[in-house]
């Protein structure tokens, strides 16, 4: 069984980097497809972005410019950057696994989710 | 970006009652190459991350009770509780996965009477 566990601050300042980490167990992230999907009050459900397991990456383009995911295969881990976050970006971030049964972008497992607040 | 749409935003019913939740998207999401629609349906529970129900629009995730159905396609969706349980109390939300950026709806609220 798959477990996805997100950690990082939980406060970060206007135009500060918001950084998340997704430590996966159960699988590894070098065989699967990972992404970021955050939830706000205003926007809903939002896919941010992906890295494959060739550690290439795919960005939501609203996001695009200000994002920035990369893994690290020998912790298991995934990360997300935000850069230059506002209170726009007050959200509960979630890491999730996108299906193994082929190229769909659908999602089959899903951390927690971490709140992260935007506020001085 | 497509852009889905549910209705209604909440619904309130009866224990044992059947329930509709749709979903429109603005374009079609059905592939004429293989014939699948690329739509999911999630439930999310309060304090939990959404949880896969269905994709392919009409394909039940592993463990999800039959209960739960999905139908339609092209443009137009539905999710429906045949019976609905206390435990069915939550949100629901569509998503598609046609094209990038894959996208949600914006939920409904199940409640019970």
């Known amino acids: 069984q798959v477990k996805l566990q997100e950690s990082g601050p939980g406060l970060v300042k206007p135009s500060e980097t918001l950084s998340l980490t997704c430590t996966v167990s159960?699988?590894?992230?070098?065989?699967?497809?990972w992404s970021w999907i955050r939830q706000s009050a205003g926007k809903g459900l939002e896919w941010i972005g992906r890295?494959?397991?060739?550690?290439?990456?795919n960005y939501n383009p609203s996001l695009k410019s200000r994002v920035s995911i990369s893994a690290d295969t020998s912790r298991n881990q995934f990360t997300l950057k935000i850069y230059s976050v506002t209170a726009a970006d007050t959200a509960i971030y979630y890491c999730?696994?996108?299906?193994?049964?082929?190229?769909?972008?659908?999602?089959?497992?899903w951390g927690q989710g971490t709140l992260v607040t935007v506020s001085s | 970006d497509i852009v889905m749409t549910q209705s209604p935003d909440s619904l309130t019913v009866s224990l044992g009652e059947r329930l509709t939740i749709n979903c429109k998207s603005s374009?079609?999401?059905?592939?004429?190459?293989?014939?699948?629609?690329?739509l999911a349906w999630y439930q999310q529970k309060p304090g939990q991350p959404p949880k896969l129900l269905i994709y392919?629009?009409?394909t039940r995730e592993t463990g999800v009770p039959d209960r739960f159905s999905g139908s339609g396609s092209g443009t137009d969706f539905t999710l429906t509780i045949s019976s609905l349980q206390a435990e069915d109390v939550a949100d629901y939300y569509c998503?598609?996965?046609?094209?990038?950026?894959?996208?949600f709806g914006q939920g409904t609220k199940v409640e019970i009477k």
């Open positions: 999730v696994k996108r299906t193994t049964l082929g190229p769909y972008n659908w999602f089959d497992s």
């Open positions: 159960g699988a590894s992230i070098s065989n699967h497809y």
């Open positions: 890295i494959d397991t060739n550690g290439d990456t």
């Open positions: 374009e079609s999401l059905l592939y004429r190459y293989n014939n699948k629609d690329y």
């Open positions: 392919w629009a009409s």
């Open positions: 998503q598609q996965y046609l094209t990038a950026p894959p996208t």
